[in-house]
T-cell receptor, first 113, second 114 residues
Framework: TQLLEQSPQFLSIQEGENLTVYCNSS?????LQWYRQEPGEGPVLLVT?????EVKKLKRLTFQFGDARKDSSLHITAAQPGDTGLYLC?????????????FGTGTRLTIIP | DAMVIQNPRYQVTQFGKPVTLSCSQT?????MYWYQQKSSQAPKLLFH???????NEADTPDNFQSRRPNTSFCFLDIRSPGLGDAAMYLC?????????????FGSGTQLSVL
C-alpha cells in the first residue's frame, strides 16, 4: 500500500493569513492531484501536476510537485473563509497498465473570519 | 447540473440487512469507481469498472459487491452491513485512465447502520 501522509491534519487560521499544506510519500507517482471536499459533498479536483518540480497556480493557491515526484505542497495566500474544507492530495501510480489513484490522509482547513 | 448522481443522499439500514446504493452519470465516461470514506479519513477505493471490466481492490471485503448494467449506471451492494460499514460512499467517474485524467465525484451517500 502506497501511503500518502498529509500535514498538518488540522489547521485553523485567521482570514488573511498564509498557509502551506504538505503531502509526502516514499513512492514515486506518475501524477498528483489536489482535491477540496466540503461537508456532505464529494471531492472536487483543483489541479493535476505531472512533471517533477512543476508549479501551478490557481488564483491564490500555488501547487508544487517535488523534483522526485514523491511529494507535493499547497500554499494558500491571504486565506478566505471560502477556502475552508478538507484538502486531499491523491497520487497516481501506473503498474503494468493498472492505474490506481490513492488519496492522502487529508488536511481539514478552517479559516476564521 | 449534476453529472454524477448518487441516490439516496442518506440511507439507513439495519445490521445484516442488504442495501444497495446507486450511481448514475451523464458524462458517458468509461470508468466508474466506488470509494468508502469514513469520518475524517481519506476516501478508500473499493473497486472500479473500466467499461465492463471489474477491478476489485485486494482488501475490499467480500461483503461488498458491484454491478454495472450499462455505461450510465453502477450499483454498490452491501450484502450484510455491519456497524463498521457506516460511512460516506462516493461514486466517481473518469473518461479513461492516465496521468491527466480527472475524477468527477458524486455528492455521496451517507450510510448509517443501526
Amino acid at each position: 500500500t502506497q501511503l500518502l501522509e498529509q500535514s498538518p491534519q488540522f489547521l485553523s487560521i485567521q482570514e488573511g493569513e498564509n498557509l502551506t499544506v504538505y503531502c509526502n510519500s516514499s513512492s514515486v507517482f506518475s501524477s498528483l492531484q489536489w482535491y477540496r471536499q466540503e461537508p456532505g459533498e464529494g471531492p472536487v479536483l483543483l489541479v493535476t501536476v505531472v512533471t517533477g518540480g512543476e508549479v501551478k497556480k490557481l488564483k491564490r493557491l500555488t501547487f508544487q510537485f517535488g523534483d522526485a515526484r514523491k511529494d507535493s505542497s499547497l500554499h494558500i495566500t491571504a486565506a478566505q473563509p471560502g477556502d475552508t474544507g478538507l484538502y486531499l492530495c491523491a497520487g497516481l501510480i501506473s503498474n503494468f497498465g493498472n492505474e490506481k489513484l490513492t488519496f492522502g490522509t487529508g488536511t481539514r482547513l478552517t479559516i476564521i473570519p | 447540473d449534476a453529472m454524477v448522481i448518487q441516490n439516496p443522499r442518506y440511507q439507513v439500514t439495519q445490521f445484516g440487512k442488504p442495501v444497495t446504493l446507486s450511481c448514475s452519470q451523464t458524462l458517458n465516461h468509461n470508468v466508474m469507481y466506488w470509494y468508502q470514506q469514513k469520518s475524517s479519513q481519506a476516501p478508500k477505493l473499493l473497486f472500479h469498472y473500466y467499461d465492463k471490466d471489474f477491478n476489485n481492490e485486494a482488501d475490499t471485503p467480500d461483503n461488498f459487491q458491484s454491478r454495472r448494467p450499462n455505461t450510465s449506471f453502477c450499483f454498490l451492494d452491501i450484502r450484510s452491513p455491519g456497524l463498521g460499514d457506516a460511512a460516506m460512499y462516493l461514486c466517481a467517474t473518469s473518461r479513461s485512465q492516465g496521468v491527466h485524467e480527472k475524477l468527477f465525484f458524486g455528492s455521496g451517500t451517507q450510510l448509517s447502520v443501526l
